[in-house]
């Protein structure tokens, strides 16, 4: 079964706006959280990643907020650009399966200028 | 550093050929792992070799099978394809030190 889900689907969100996109887990054993960027034709591409023993980690205009008790962390995506226009996975690594993403099924994201 | 490279990038076959794609990691790097990207089934992962041997395998049937080299670089293969194989076959290396993975451009393959 899906070990990581992702939500939603599709995003549509305004230049400037908020973009933001949720994921939730199971396995009590995951330890690292990474988001990746894919464009059309390429690998993803990691953006940002959290461990479990803080709350939020910001870089840029990109945020995840992590909420340990609920097992759900989410990424905020502030000043939204149309360069931003991509397909985002949100990942879960346990340490007992080094090496091994388990990804969300990705939300494809489109900014309007 | 150079990226992590991925060859052939496009290849068409039939059903019941083989296939074999190779991944060379970013310098330095000894775990390479491999995803299959469809539309409907999103990133799946097929196994991960740290060096040369083979540390996690997903639930893949037997036919997809790989192996990794002493410079690192690795291959994955392929045997009986279906039409069901088509898809953007990705690579990823990392240090093991760290989680963070880096990602190939992918092999897109067409069973036809």
């Known amino acids: 079964q899906q070990q990581v889900k992702q939500s939603p689907q599709s995003l549509i969100v305004q230049k400037g706006g908020i973009s933001i996109i949720n994921c939730a887990y199971e396995?009590?054993?995951?330890?690292?959280f990474p988001w990746y960027q894919q464009f059309p034709g390429k690998g993803p591409a990691l953006l940002i990643a959290?461990?479990?023993?803080?709350s939020e980690k910001k870089e840029g205009r990109f945020t995840i907020s992590f909420n340990k008790s609920a097992k759900q962390f989410s990424l905020h995506i502030m000043d939204s650009q149309p360069g931003d226009s991509a397909t985002y996975f949100c990942?879960?690594?346990?340490?007992?399966?080094?090496?091994?993403?388990?990804f969300g099924r990705g939300t494809q994201l489109t900014v309007w200028p | 550093k150079a990226g992590v490279t991925q060859t052939p990038r496009y290849l068409i076959k039939t059903r019941g050929q083989q296939v074999t794609l190779s991944c060379s990691p970013i310098s330095g790097h000894r775990s390479v792992s491999w995803y299959q990207q469809t539309p409907g089934q999103g990133l799946q992962f097929l196994f991960e070799y740290f060096s040369e041997t083979q540390r996690n395998k997903g639930n893949f049937p037997g036919r997809f099978s790989g192996r990794q080299f002493s410079n690192s670089r690795s291959e994955m293969n392929v045997s009986t394809l279906e039409l069901g194989d088509s898809a953007l076959y990705l690579c990823?290396?990392?240090?093991?030190?760290?989680?963070?993975?880096?990602f190939g451009p992918g092999t897109r393959l067409t069973v036809l």
């Open positions: 990823a290396s990392n240090e093991d030190r760290y989680n963070e993975q880096f």
């Open positions: 959290i461990r479990p023993d803080v």
């Open positions: 990942a879960a690594v346990s340490r007992s399966t080094l090496g091994r993403l388990y």
């Open positions: 396995n009590t054993a995951f330890d690292y």
